[in-house]
Nanobody, 119 residues
Framework: QVQLVESGGGLVQAGGSLRLSCAAS???????VRWFRQPPGKEREFVAG????????FYIDSVKGRFTISRDNAKNTVYLQMNSLKPEDTAIYYC?????????????WGQGTQVTVSS
């Protein structure tokens, strides 16, 4: 069993930055680690993913060039650096891990962290 704990959300003005963290306990990461988000009144969507073994990264088009997913193997932690934030990035952000395709959710979820971008 893997427990995921997110941190780093908050309120920021448009154009600002936030860094989200996802720390795993119970087991070390393997396969893919992903970030999903759920905007108000909308479905949850894939945002970014990283292969824990190779470090290959994947993003949705709307965040390319603004968001960076990275990993720290020693800390068993994945980060999502979010720059040039826009109001449409407002959502609850969830860390997700486990086997499967990179853009599809694995079995392990964090509790979510709120990101609010004001205009």
């Amino acid at each position: 069993q893997v427990q995921l704990v997110e941190s780093g959300g908050g309120l920021v003005q448009a154009g600002g930055s936030l860094r989200l963290s996802c720390a795993a306990s119970g087991r070390t990461f393997s396969n893919y680690v992903r970030w999903f988000r759920q905007p108000p009144g909308k479905e949850r969507e894939f945002v970014a993913g990283i292969s824990w073994s190779s470090g290959i990264r994947f993003y949705i088009d709307s965040v390319k060039g603004r968001f960076t997913i990275s990993r720290d193997n020693a800390k068993n932690t994945v980060y999502l650096q979010m720059n040039s934030l826009k109001p449409e990035d407002t959502a609850i952000y969830y860390c997700n891990a486990g086997p499967g395709l990179v853009r599809e959710a694995g079995p392990y979820w964090g509790q979510g962290t709120q990101v609010t971008v004001s205009s």
